[in-house]
């Protein structure tokens, strides 16, 4: 017998070659309750079906929680990126009423105080619905207008660019007037008015500054004050103040102070063209500003060596588009040139 290793001999312990003795059989018989003939000294283990089965179910398991962790991840960036756009919507929405808010008019009889009109056609998307298809119409228009601080006369204004390009940028224009002396004024406006209208906004930094990108829909609806009086006594006795100005406004000598005309697409967009002169404004201005999604505008983009592409994928995702809106008032706007179009009690 070997010690030094701790290793006993089967023969010198009278056991059979690899097997248990006679006294440790016993042993384990008593304890299994068994007799020591009947034990069995073979190890089970799992066959190859089971394997099988336990395989599929984990893998069953591990595809479903990969499928609801994907949909969670995608629900996620989608509500991140609903609150980028509703937050920039939002906070350029804002830039622009607040500048909106304090124009003033210049009180020039030729000079344009005001101005909106729309310089191309609609867009339009398909909104799905319990009807059927439902038609939601996108415009961008221009608008312009004056601003005065500390005697100093600024002409701000918003274009959206490329025009007929479904969702484009958002430039805001700005310069300064020539006041000194006063009879400068007028002529400035004028110029800044042609810059405004006519200058390529990608070229013209210097007056031009972008805004936002992939806006689709901008629109500016000028709403004036409506006046009932009675005939006998001329006292106003009704009084609306957000009336939609679809017809011009003149002033005590008969001069056009508001023109109001239907653009040349007004069969498709319902809007007009307004310019306000002397000393008009609107009294209200509705504001709509709707922008894309980043993710869809940069599929759009994909699409730029196909226009058509391009225009059809941007109007099966209305869904796409997120719109701000805001109802405010010109703080400068006086109702005076309204109450000398009124409508009397016969």
Known sequence: MNTSGFQFSDKLEGRAPGGPDAAHMQC?????????GNIN??????????VMVAVTILTVITVGLLMMFNQTQRAFRGSLTQTDVTQSARIVGEVIASELAQAQPAGISNAVNFLVRVPSG???QKLPSSAGIVVRTNVCQDVFFLVCENRQWTALGYRVFPTNAGAAALYRFSTNLLSRPPARLGPSIGAALGTFLYANPATAPGHFRRMADGVVHFRIRALGTEYLTNAQTGMVVWTNHGVWLTRPITNEQGAVIVAVRPDDFNRTTGEYNYTFFNNALPMLVELELGIVEAPTLERMRALANSPGAAAQ???????AVHLYR???RIRSADAEPYKL?????Q
């Open 28 to 36: 384990m018989a008593r304890r299994c309750g068994t007799a020591a």
């Open 122 to 124: 609609p867009f339009f």
């Open 341 to 345: 179009n009124l409508a009397r009690f």
């Open 41 to 50: 000294w073979r190890t089970d283990a799992f066959s190859l079906v089971e």
């Open 326 to 328: 805001q109802l405010l």
């Open 313 to 319: 994928f941007l109007a099966e995702r209305p869904q």
